[in-house]
């Protein structure tokens, strides 16, 4: 009992040590433009048109192994970087009016590659290029193959959704149309390039043939090539979209809309192609 107050003493001690000091400032918490975690910045920033864990979105899923197989990474950071000017893909750089900073955008980039990539599964396999490299496609035996390959699903009048509707044709550009063929859409069933012709792939130069029929259906309504022909530029031409309209949670995004009570849907969805 001698050594109680002795205890007594220590046990303050201790609890006063434990405790923040009256006045004492507390850390303040991290901005948004610091945080670098990529399940914060895609469920913020994509997942309203990219979809829950990167798939059955509006817009060009991201969680398919054969898409990050295809497209370049420069390619991808550039159009998470500068958007796709004349589309609803919108530029999320700080320095064209989006939300993310560098960092962010590589931690987005590398998010995305080190999720869903797998490039395991493509090594020692030839696979068509993302953009064509230029290669000029044949209008008329892209009808042929269209006739044969496409007609079924994406004809007119067609259970999918007519794909060569002038009015779908002037929403999208070249590269959507390409990226759709190469890619299909593996969460909503759509075949990929490697089995649709006839259960064999497409070469480079069908695809290219493919394009090049369904661009000859497009209406040449003022400006819509214009909008349409830079894919990852600088976004000088055509109407720069903010890293915080048209996509995300920001104004003009699907989220809002639909909070808005807009049950409608849109031809074209924003996101990255």
């Known amino acids: 009992m001698r050594n109680l107050p002795g205890i007594?003493?220590?046990?303050?001690?201790?609890?006063?040590?434990?405790?923040?000091?009256?006045?004492?400032?507390?850390p303040e918490p991290p901005s948004e433009q610091d945080i670098t975690d990529f399940t914060f910045l895609y469920s913020n920033n994509c997942q309203a048109c990219h979809g829950v864990d990167g798939k059955n979105g509006p817009a060009r899923p991201l969680n398919d192994p054969l898409y990050?197989?295809?497209?370049?990474?420069?390619?991808?950071?550039?159009?998470?970087?500068?958007?796709?000017?004349?589309?609803?893909?919108?530029?999320?750089?700080?320095?064209?009016?989006?939300?993310?900073?560098?960092?962010?955008?590589?931690?987005?980039?590398?998010?995305?590659?080190?999720?869903?990539?797998?490039?395991?599964?493509?090594?020692?396999?030839?696979?068509?290029?993302?953009?064509?490299?230029?290669?000029?496609?044949?209008?008329?035996?892209?009808?042929k193959l269209f006739?044969?390959?496409?007609?079924?699903?994406?004809?007119?009048?067609?259970?999918?959704?007519?794909?060569?509707?002038?009015?779908?044709?002037?929403l999208v550009s070249d590269q959507v149309l390409r990226t759709s063929i190469i890619e299909g859409r593996p969460d909503l069933g759509m075949p990929d390039y490697r089995t649709l012709n006839l259960g064999h792939a497409?070469?480079?130069?069908?695809?290219?043939?493919?394009?090049?029929?369904?661009?000859?259906?497009?209406?040449?309504?003022?400006?819509?090539?214009?909008?349409?022909?830079?894919?990852?530029?600088?976004?000088?031409?055509?109407?720069?979209?903010k890293g915080n309209e048209g996509s995300g949670n920001g104004p003009g995004s699907p989220q809002q809309r639909k909070n808005e009570g807009n049950k409608g849907n849109s031809s074209q969805a924003g996101g990255i192609k």
Request: proline letters at 7%; one cysteine or more; a neutral charge.
């Open 68 to 143: 990050l197989a295809v497209i370049p990474r420069d390619q991808l950071r550039a159009t998470v970087q500068n958007g796709r000017p004349g589309t609803a893909m919108p530029a999320w750089a700080r320095e064209r009016g989006g939300a993310l900073t560098e960092k962010q955008i590589d931690a987005v980039v590398d998010g995305i590659e080190n999720n869903w990539a797998k490039p395991a599964n493509f090594q020692g396999a030839k696979l068509v290029s993302y953009t064509g490299d230029g290669k000029a496609g044949d209008a008329a035996n892209g009808k």
């Open 8 to 26: 007594f003493v220590i046990a303050i001690a201790v609890f006063a040590m434990s405790c923040e000091p009256p006045g004492k400032p507390k």
């Open 147 to 170: 006739t044969r390959a496409c007609f079924m699903c994406h004809g007119p009048g067609a259970p999918i959704g007519s794909v060569t509707d002038g009015t779908f044709l002037q």
């Open 202 to 241: 497409l070469s480079d130069q069908d695809i290219a043939d493919l394009v090049a029929y369904m661009t000859s259906l497009r209406p040449n309504a003022p400006n819509v090539q214009e909008l349409h022909t830079i894919e990852n530029g600088s976004g000088q031409t055509g109407t720069i979209t």
